[in-house]
Structures are given as structure tokens and as C-alpha cells.
């Protein structure tokens, strides 16, 4: 049935052409934004899915930044423990130079004193960002043996968790304010002598047998402490490499992660620039049905015509 009040095939043509028309927005949206999923409207399971998990990458970039602090930590601290082995071994050398007999004791103490000092300056000068893990005081009340560096993020379900590398100062310390528990200004005990390595005086020792003795105790103290100072820095090594390892895991894990997110919401360029061709095909196909359409209404009025 013809009618004047009803273009049903324009109808029809109109409806074909809307949705080309919201086809060809949502390509063209694809290819201005490079994302098939934009927005949760586009498909709400992927987006939640990627959105959580840029949201975890940025806490991972975090946690890689926290790494490189921790690394810079460690770096002082080693590097002030193997000047501070160099000059211990120093004290050594003048120690068992000093148990030759007739040598001036004195002058070879201020020569020990001046390494002494030079100790204590390294040891303070420790610092970075606020911590020093070599110059302590473990009687203060936000004093805490164990350093943490954080080192992971991990999400099991909807629950976060942060990991950390533990880092115990009370073993690699030289010097402890509070408790003088530090490496350097701990009492040491070999033979019947008592000293710490930052106190030891060998000015007024003799050449007799009992201090001759004593000396002999000094160098074994000072070789104890050495000892001590290369564990330390091993232990320090050893954290430093763990650190090392963990950032390059974090590095492939975010890569991992910003792969699997473009996965799931990137838009294929190659597919969307072929799709929008076609539809601007379509597109012109339409708006000449929907012209054609409209002109049927004006063929009735041949019939009218005498």
C-alpha cells in the first residue's frame, strides 16, 4: 500500500543510516583514542580488569622507585664500610709496627688517633635520606635494629600485600651512641685485655713483656673487628644483588602487565581503518537509499496530474 501519511521504506533507510552513523562514531572513537575499551560502557568486565590493573603498575613503579632509594642505602653504607676496612687494616699495620722494641709509641698513636677519627667521620657521614645504618643509638625510642625496603606489590583477590627486603643494622654498625654496641666502639676481650677498636692506646706501652703482651691483645682485637667489618659489607653485597634482581623482575613484570592491559581494551589499527572505510561506504550508500525513499511520495502526485 502506498501511503501519504507512512514512507515505510524511508523509515527504514533512516533506521539503516542512524546505525551506520553510531557505527562509524564508535570506529572513529577507536581510532582517536587508540582503545576499544575507553570507558566502562564500551564492555565493563574489560575495563574493570585493566583499570585495576594500571592501577597496580603505578603501585609496582612505587615499589621500583622504593628499590632504587633502598640500592642508593645500601651503596653508602658499603662503600662507608670498605673505607672504613681500609683504614681498620691501617690500625692494624701500625699496631704490629709498634711491637717492634725501642719505637715511639706515641708518635705511632697519633697516627692511630687520626685513623680513629677518620673512622667516627666516615661512620657519621653515612647519610642518605635521613638514615644512617652505620652510626646508631640504640637506646633512642624510634630506634628499630630491622630496616625495611620495600621491595613488591602483590594483589591475591582483593587483598594487597607489600614485600620487603629486611636489612638488620644491629650486625653491621660501627658505632652505637646509646649502648656502644657497634663494631667499632663495642668492648672486645682477647687475652686478659678489654678494649674497643675506637678506644685502644698503645702511648704508654712498653717494651716489656705484660705490654708486649697487651699489644699482641690489640692487634687481635683490631683483627677480630676487621673480621667483622667483612662480614658487614658481605652482607650488605648480598642485599645489594637481591635489590639488583628485584628491580629488573619488576621491570619485565610492569611490561608484562602493560601488555596484558593493551590486550584486552587497545583497539587493532589495521581492523578499525578497513571497518571505517566500509562504513563510509555504507554511510553513502544510505543517505542515497533514505533519497530515494523520500522521493517515492512525490510520484503519487503523477497520478493526480491530468
Not at 69 to 77: L, N, P, W, Y
Not at 126 to 132: A, E, K, L, P, Y
Amino acid at each position: 500500500m502506498t501511503s501519504l501519511l507512512t514512507n515505510a521504506s524511508a523509515i527504514t533507510a533512516l533506521q539503516n543510516l542512524s546505525a551506520t552513523n553510531r557505527a562509524m562514531q564508535t570506529t572513529q572513537d577507536r581510532i582517536s583514542t587508540g582503545m576499544r575499551v575507553a570507558n566502562a560502557s564500551d564492555n565493563a568486565a574489560y575495563w574493570s580488569i585493566a583499570t585495576t590493573m594500571r592501577s597496580d603498575n603505578s603501585a609496582l613503579s612505587s615499589v621500583k622507585d622504593a628499590l632504587g632509594m633502598g640500592s642508593a642505602t645500601v651503596d653508602v653504607a658499603s662503600a662507608a664500610l670498605k673505607t672504613t676496612s681500609d683504614l681498620v687494616t691501617q690500625i692494624k699495620s701500625k699496631l704490629v709496627a709498634a711491637s717492634q722494641p725501642g719505637i715511639d709509641r706515641a708518635k705511632v698513636q697519633s697516627e692511630i688517633t687520626q685513623l680513629q677519627n677518620q673512622i667516627k667521620s666516615v661512620a657519621d657521614s653515612s647519610n642518605f635520606s635521613g638514615q644512617n645504618w652505620l652510626s646508631v643509638d640504640t637506646t633512642g625510642s624510634d630506634y628499630t635494629a630491622t630496616k625495611n625496603i620495600v621491595a613488591s606489590f602483590t594483589r591475591t583477590g582483593s587483598a594487597v600485600a607489600i614485600g620487603t627486603i629486611d636489612v638488620d643494622t644491629s650486625k653491621i654498625s660501627l658505632y652505637d651512641s646509646g649502648a656502644q654496641t657497634g663494631i667499632i666502639d663495642k668492648d672486645r676481650t682477647a687475652g686478659s685485655t678489654t678494649v674497643a677498636v675506637g678506644d685502644l692506646d698503645i702511648s704508654a706501652l712498653t717494651d716489656s713483656t705484660t705490654d708486649q703482651t697487651t699489644l699482641k691483645d690489640y692487634i687481635s682485637v683490631v683483627d677480630a673487628a676487621l673480621t667483622d667489618i667483612t662480614t658487614a659489607a658481605s652482607d650488605l653485597g648480598a642485599v645489594k644483588t637481591r635489590i639488583g634482581t628485584q628491580t629488573d623482575f619488576l621491570g619485565n613484570l610492569m611490561d608484562a602487565v602493560t601488555k596484558g592491559v593493551g590486550q584486552l581494551v587497545d583497539a587493532d589499527m589495521n581492523q578499525e581503518s578497513t571497518r571505517l572505510q566500509a562504513l563510509q561506504v555504507q554511510q553513502q550508500l544510505g543517505v542515497q537509499s533514505l533519497s530515494i525513499a523520500n522521493q517515492s511520495s512525490q510520484q503519487i502526485l503523477s497520478l493526480f496530474r491530468g
